[in-house]
Nanobody
Framework: VQLQAFGGGLVQAGGSLRLSCAAS????????MGWFHQAPGKEREFVAG????????YYADSVKGRFTISRDNAKNTVYLQMNSLKPEDTAVYYC??????????????????WGQGTEVTVSS
């Protein structure tokens, strides 16, 4: 499966952005989906994950209450709504997919497929 993330940009602190990740190719399998970010000079970190049905999700502590992950399986797309953005949210954001046969969230980085990343810059 191929993943394409888009929706990043420059926003002021306190603002909002919605990232999208469109999947193409072999989309008839069940995938848990996740969002990660990588700030300059830092390792890639888990941000949010969602189960294949969308019924379960999990967030990093740093984004709880501000970010919401969702998915539309009919459109093969997963979203990350980011509100109350902070300068420390500045990073390249990646979406990822993992083939899975249970309806669980994957919170580690052991995903099978990765998108190319979309850059988010939050100015103070």
């Amino acid at each position: 499966v191929q993943l394409q993330a888009f929706g990043g940009g420059l926003v002021q602190a306190g603002g909002s952005l919605r990232l999208s990740c469109a999947a193409s190719g072999r989309t008839n399998r069940r995938y848990a989906m996740g969002w990660f970010h990588q700030a300059p000079g830092k390792e890639r970190e888990f941000v949010a994950g969602i189960s294949w049905s969308g019924g379960r999700n999990y967030y990093a502590d740093s984004v709880k209450g501000r970010f919401t992950i969702s998915r539309d399986n009919a459109k093969n797309t997963v979203y990350l709504q980011m509100n109350s953005l902070k300068p420390e949210d500045t990073a390249v954001y990646y979406c990822a997919a993992k083939v899975i046969d249970t309806d669980l969230v994957v919170v580690n980085n052991r995903y099978d497929y990765w998108g190319q990343g979309t850059e988010v810059t939050v100015s103070s």
